[in-house]
């Protein structure tokens, strides 16, 4: 009888690949794994090019157009969200607009 176990699962809810699989569930969790160590010692997402920074990149812009792996209601859309919920001020609202911006003038130019 306890509910504290609700909160654990967060980390435990990792699929029963092994290790070395790159299916896009697995690549997802250790790119946002590699993602959030980041976070934690830099206080920033990484923006200079690379692969993490171009993972960030394609998760924001899905997300913004509900897509690929971000499609609304889609499992790792809610890993992301609660990502972007941890860390409040690197996804602040304005920034995303201008993010959004950003890439149309790209795609349309
Ligand atoms: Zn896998």
């Known amino acids: 009888m306890?509910?504290?176990?609700?909160?654990?699962?967060?980390?435990?809810?990792?699929?029963?690949?092994?290790?070395?699989?790159?299916?896009?569930?697995c690549d997802f969790t250790k790119n946002l794994d590699a993602v959030k160590k980041y976070v934690d010692k830099e206080w920033d997402l990484p923006c200079e090019e690379g692969e993490l920074a171009d993972f960030v990149a394609e998760q924001r812009s899905d997300y913004g157009y509900e897509r690929g792996l971000m499609v609304e209601g889609g499992p790792l859309r809610k890993i992301w969200k609660a990502f972007m919920d941890e860390w409040p001020e690197l996804f602040e609202m304005e920034d995303e607009i201008e993010f959004l911006r950003g890439l149309e003038s790209e795609v349309c130019g």
Do not use: A, I, L, N
Not at 2 to 25: A, F, I, N, R
């Open 2 to 25: 306890s509910d504290t176990k609700t909160k654990e699962t967060k980390e435990t809810q990792k699929s029963v690949c092994p290790d070395t699989c790159s299916c896009v569930k």
